[in-house]
């Protein structure tokens, strides 16, 4: 055998375990320290309240839109309350045309709920769930042009043959977008979510936007107006 090429492959061979050492170390370290920045982020909004607008769309036109204000209570949960909304639609009031549309929005309304749900159990991820994304997830660089990024893409994250994709600031470990491709009914379902950072505070979710089967259904949220309130 060529003894360049032996020496080569021994070199390889050598070189392999600490190249899988490093892999793993990076991703623990990106692991802890996303983890970190999660819990930071999320006790500094808790101290904030703001606006959000959610727009409600079928077959790409719009059918309702909703403003609210929102807030944490005492217990850290999410308070709403509604500023402004468009109008219910007119239903048939009578016969048969009455009931079909009565099912056909109790249907509709059925599904929002149901996106709604399913957007807020990627959100929530248990931590057992995270960790196993973290771990299995591929890690790589991305640069923009306004900043440096790590990749973190992961498959199986809650559903087989479901994705997460999670693009974090590459040094301050902030969300900058998430992408999820998952289904519902055996229909697919697209999430997409962009982050901002409030001027000395903590990330937001600036925008969410969910797709169900193409464009059959559109959810876009947008939240706006932070501001702390005087205690």
């Known amino acids: 055998m060529n003894t360049r090429l032996l020496t080569l492959r021994r070199a390889v ?6 190249v899988l050492l490093t892999a793993v170390a990076i991703s623990a370290q990106i692991d802890r320290q996303f983890a970190q920045a999660q819990q930071r982020n999320a006790l500094a909004l808790k101290k904030y309240q703001w606006k959000s607008r ?8 719009t059918k309702k839109v909703q403003v609210a204000l929102m807030r944490y209570d005492s217990d850290g949960n999410v308070e709403k309350t509604v500023i402004s909304s468009t109008p219910e639609p007119e ?12 099912k056909k929005m109790g249907d509709f309304k059925e599904t929002l709920e149901a996106l709604e749900a399913l957007a807020r159990s990627y959100s929530e991820l248990p931590p057992d769930r995270m960790q196993r994304f973290m771990e299995t997830s591929t890690i790589t660089p991305e640069l923009t042009a306004q900043h440096k990024l790590v990749r973190i893409a992961g498959r199986d994250v809650l559903r087989p043959g479901d994705s997460m994709t999670v693009s974090v600031d590459a040094v301050s470990r902030k969300q900058r977008r998430i ?10 379902v697209m999430i997409v979510s962009e982050f901002q950072d409030l001027p000395q505070g903590p990330t937001y979710m600036a925008r969410s936007r969910i797709s169900y089967d193409g464009n059959s259904i559109g959810m876009i949220a947008e939240n706006f107006d932070y501001e702390r309130p005087a205690r």
Request: glycine residues 6%; charged residues 35%; aromatic residues 8%.
């Open 179 to 188: 992408e999820i491709q998952t289904w519902l009914d055996q229909k697919p």
């Open 54 to 61: 959610t727009e409600i769309r079928k077959d790409g036109e």
């Open 13 to 18: 061979a050598l070189l392999a375990p600490f």
């Open 91 to 102: 239903m048939p009031r009578f016969g048969l045309r009455k009931a079909v549309a009565k």
